[in-house]
């Protein structure tokens, strides 16, 4: 695989190529090509089983606006924002927090794709700089006279200095994700000057829109100040990490953190690996479900957020080994993975095998298997929760509709009594 100077961790353990093969059918093709890619297989996933059918079933076209404006602000900030913050941030912190490269555009800055496994003592250090220079073919001589050839010295500066660009990453992708609901409230107002749930727009009148939103709206510093700390506390995570690499007790805390600690390395060219991602999808979820403006709204964003998690980091993985075991049972295929570490969750939920890995036959099965794994979570996901979602809507709207009906009725009756002279002479 190509290892980009920009990236945070490169494999310099791995030995196979996984330059995935496009000859022969083209669909099978592109579900290896896919399948090699986790994060483009990821971002496949999440516009055509989760964003675009929840765009197409939207209730009208205000909420229609909003659902592709946080799609579309998600897959930019979430996906191809890395692109352009990661390398800046990691030529900022190698020359001003490091304080390892003498230019902005020095080539050794590639040293901080030193994965976290080699920064929990000065040995393992040394033998990662060694690795890491063979595989980029850089010398990093210049940055070892810096520290006067003390790897103990420049292991806790690249701690230092990829904590403080993880916390930067984390806080950037959470937050400009999750203030697309405090925007799209914004840009509704502007567009309609009602404050409350585009998604009822349609299905009751203003006044009642309104009065359901009129309660809850006061309440919006508040859920304000919680989302804030909830990004404060985000940011400040990767302090544990550092922590439990750096402190020489060695406490459990201590020794679980170094043994994770290579799940915070950014994998897949320049992306977060999935622990720090999953840690920023609940913030930048957070932010949507306190941008909402009435209970309902509340309710129907933490469902679809939950579900979108669930299918984003698992649902996919759950489906392909459930079909996949079938498949092997069934029509003797050997798509399961059964050379994988013997942990708890590996038995509970068997991997597949890589498509590149198969044989011909077995390929075009695993490849069939990879497209009714994304039309179930898109049927489930995209199109099932957001049709119960909507029935859920209507029933709350209908239901505070009816009632202040009953309430105008009764004030009419209150206000306009019968007398008795109305009631002899009828």
């Known amino acids: 695989m ?39 297989g990821k971002a496949f996933l999440d516009v055509t089983a989760l964003d675009a059918p929840q765009i197409i079933m939207a209730n009208n076209g205000q909420e229609r606006r909003e659902k592709f404006n946080k799609a579309s602000f998600s897959f930019i900030l979430g996906y191809l924002s890395p692109l352009v913050t990661l390398p800046l941030t990691n030529r900022l912190g190698m020359k001003y927090i490091a304080k390892l490269t003498k230019s902005f555009t ?22 990662g700089v060694e690795l890491l220079s063979k595989k980029l073919k850089t010398d ?38 999750g203030c697309v609901g405090f925007f799209n409230n914004w840009q509704t107002k502007r567009k309609t000057n009602q404050d409350g749930f585009s998604a009822e727009f349609s299905m009751a009148d203003k006044d009642t829109v309104e009065k359901r939103a009129e309660n809850f709206k006061k309440k919006e510093p508040l859920r304000k100040a919680i989302w804030l700390g909830i990004l404060a506390i985000l940011t400040a995570s990767p302090l544990l990490l550092k922590k439990g690499l750096t402190s020489q007790n060695a406490t459990k805390f201590n020794n679980y953190m170094k043994k994770i600690a290579s799940k915070f390395d950014y ?21 949507l479900v306190l941008a909402s403006r009435n209970q309902t709204e509340m309710k129907d964003t933490s ?21 996949g075991r079938l498949s092997d049972k069934y029509l003797k295929t050997d798509l399961i993975n059964k050379d994988v570490e013997k ?5 509970l939920i068997p991997p597949t095998k890589r498509l590149r890995d198969l044989n011909p036959r077995d390929k075009k ?40 009906e009953k309430m105008k009725k009764l004030q009419t009756t209150v206000s306009n009594p019968i007398r008795m002279k109305d009631f002899i002479y009828k």
């Open 2 to 40: 190509r290892i980009s100077r920009f990236c945070n961790s490169a494999n310099i353990d791995n030995k196979r190529s996984n330059k995935p093969n496009f000859e022969g059918n083209p669909i099978i093709g592109l579900a290896a090509y896919l399948d090699e890619r986790v994060l483009l």
């Open 106 to 127: 020095a080539k050794d800055a590639n040293l901080i794709q030193l994965s976290n496994k080699y920064l929990v003592n000065a040995q393992e250090t040394k033998k």
């Open 140 to 177: 990093y001589k210049p940055i070892l006279d810096k520290v006067g050839g003390d790897y103990e010295v420049l292991r806790k500066k690249l701690i230092n200095t990829k904590n403080s660009v993880l916390a930067f990453d984390l806080l950037f992708t959470a937050a400009s994700i």
């Open 267 to 287: 994998t897949d060219g320049i992306f977060m690996s999935r622990l720090p991602f999953f840690m920023s999808a609940c913030a930048m979820y957070s932010g």
């Open 303 to 323: 469902i679809r957020s939950t579900a979108s998690t669930i299918a984003y980091f698992g649902g996919d993985i759950l489906i392909g080994s459930i079909l």
């Open 343 to 347: 942990s708890f969750l590996n038995k």
């Open 365 to 404: 099965i695993g490849a069939a298997l990879y497209w009714i794994n994304l039309a179930m979570l898109s049927a489930c996901m995209g199109f099932g929760i957001p049709y119960l979602i909507n029935k859920m809507i209507r029933h709350d709207v209908e239901k505070d509709a009816g009632v202040n």
